[in-house]
């Protein structure tokens, strides 16, 4: 968690998160983001974990992108 403290710190505009749904994944990371308001979820989905993947828990792996709330718009640049 330290790391991600510093993270908060910088503050980042775009977050793309993996494994969100596997235990001991990065899902607390989008949660975390989502509840203190900070960040809304752009998009979501799942991918196959790959083909040297035989459990079948972990075959499929969540993902999810998240833009800042206040964030510049990304289709308002000036120029």
Do not use: M
């Not at 998160?17 to 975390?32: F, H």
């Not at 075959?59 to 120029?79: E, Q």
């Amino acid at each position: 968690a330290e790391d991600w403290r510093y993270l908060e710190l910088c503050k980042p505009q775009l977050l793309a998160i993996y494994n969100t749904n596997l235990p001991g994944g990065a899902g607390w990371v989008r949660e975390r983001v989502t509840l203190l308001g900070s960040h809304v979820e752009l998009a979501k989905g799942h991918n196959d974990g790959g083909s040297g993947e035989n459990d079948d828990f972990f075959r499929l792996r969540g993902w999810s992108i998240l833009l800042r709330t206040d964030a510049p718009s990304l289709g308002n640049v000036d120029g």
